[in-house]
């Protein structure tokens, strides 16, 4: 993954921040809105793509744009900063191939030894309960 290649792929819209806030928030865009056309993309070999559209698929869009946004900060600089951050971490995160689960079976002393301590542990509770008297 070539962060500079990828990094002038991306498209940046600045817009305004919601919720409370006063003035500051209603005369400036500071929340940075970040979109990367996944699908267009020649950053990525089409299994690196395959894997980016099955591991990112709730983030996609129907065209295959990924869109990011962060309005944390008052400054669209340190914003803009950040979304690009978590866009590498998104991507770097959504690349990783999962390490195939190798079935693993119980050995005969571990099996029997489980069922040894069941036991004991039923005849413990058994022996707590009142005697029966018929």
Same mark, same amino acid.
């Given at each position: ?29 500071s ?6 056309? *996944? ?17 990112l698929?709730?983030r996609l ?17 340190t ?14 995160? @959504? ?26 542990? @039923?005849?413990?509770?058994?022996l707590?309960?009142?005697?029966? *008297?018929?």
């Amino acid at each position: 993954m070539n962060k500079e290649t990828i990094y002038k792929e991306l498209q940046f819209k600045a817009v305004r921040s919601s919720g409370a806030g006063g003035q500051h928030v209603n005369k400036v865009s500071s929340k940075v809105e970040l979109y990367f056309d *996944l699908t267009n993309s020649p950053s990525f070999s089409e299994e690196e793509k395959e894997l980016l559209f099955k591991n990112l698929a709730t983030r996609l869009t129907k065209e295959g744009v990924l869109q990011l946004s962060s309005g944390e900060s008052r400054s669209q600089h340190t914003n803009k900063e950040k979304v690009v951050k978590r866009l590498f971490e998104v991507l770097a995160k @959504a690349l990783i191939i999962p390490k195939k689960r190798k079935p693993t079976k119980m050995s005969k002393t571990q099996k029997l030894k489980r069922l040894d301590n069941k036991q004991k542990l @039923a005849t413990k509770k058994s022996l707590r309960k009142k005697p029966d *008297l018929d």
